[in-house]
């Protein structure tokens, strides 16, 4: 729906720390979520994905982690760095005759001080 | 690999005339494209899925006849916005599908191109 005037959850942490993102998603036919950060006037950059026969996935510095049950997927980001700084989008694919296309969520700004 | 580009970046235009938007995969082959809106502080919002060869599906609410949308080759969609206005103002996005890879999922996003309507 429309959100005008919508204000971006904001996580702010000390570089060095740990951060988490989390992630609502609606549709409990989605089989398929990507998380991608988005720094200003750029396009979204591919972060970690996951499929929903998992519950946790790691890649460099990342993880994942989907519970289907509450239908939360989460971003942990290890020893958050200053260019971590960005927007940071949920995105879910519901598969079915919607394979391919992706929901995005609100989005996270995510700000890193040194 | 996967890289997407888009052409302009940026373009400032007066109201009701037309502007071509491309996107390009540059190192791959991408059956299927997608294109997003994004106003600013939101999120991005699907407005077509465009493949190769075959007329794009719009998503509901989006204009099929401002929003032009072709996919001749396997590298390139374009989406021309016909007769902006400053409500067309916004961040276009497109991002594409390798289907060389083995997540035939993952898409692959462009830069974005900055419109200005006046």
């Known amino acids: 729906g429309e959100s005008v005037g919508l204000h971006l959850p904001t996580l702010s942490v000390q570089e060095g720390d740990n951060s988490i993102i989390n992630c609502a998603y609606s549709?409990?036919?989605?089989?398929?979520f990507i998380w991608y950060k988005q720094e200003s006037g750029k396009g979204p950059q591919f972060i970690i994905d996951?499929?929903?026969?998992?519950d946790k996935r790691q890649g460099q510095r990342v993880t994942v982690l989907l519970n289907k049950t509450v239908k939360h997927l989460s971003l942990q980001i290890a020893a958050t760095q200053p260019g971590d700084s960005a927007v940071y989008f949920c995105?879910?694919?519901?598969?079915?005759?919607?394979?391919?296309?992706?929901?995005f969520g609100q989005g996270t700004i995510l700000t890193v001080h040194p | 690999g996967a890289v997407v580009s888009q052409h302009p970046s940026w373009v400032i235009c007066k109201s009701g005339t037309s502007v071509k938007i491309e996107c390009r995969s540059l190192?791959?082959?991408?059956?299927?494209m997608f294109w997003y809106r994004q106003f600013p502080k939101q999120s991005l919002m699907l407005m077509a899925t465009?493949?190769?060869?075959?007329?794009?599906?719009?998503e509901q609410g989006v204009e099929k006849d401002k929003f032009l949308i072709n996919h001749a080759s396997l590298t390139l969609s374009t989406l021309t916005v016909t007769s902006a206005h400053p409500e067309d103002s916004s961040f276009y996005i497109c991002?594409?599908?390798?289907?060389?890879?083995?997540?035939?999922?993952?898409?692959?996003f462009g830069p974005g191109t900055r419109l200005t309507v006046l």
């Open positions: 995105a879910e694919n519901a598969g079915g005759t919607s394979y391919g296309k992706l929901t």
């Open positions: 996951i499929r929903s026969n998992m």
């Open positions: 549709n409990s036919a989605s089989d398929y």
């Open positions: 465009s493949n190769e060869g075959s007329k794009a599906t719009y």
């Open positions: 190192d791959f082959q991408a059956t299927t």
């Open positions: 991002s594409a599908r390798d289907l060389r890879l083995g997540s035939t999922d993952t898409q692959y």
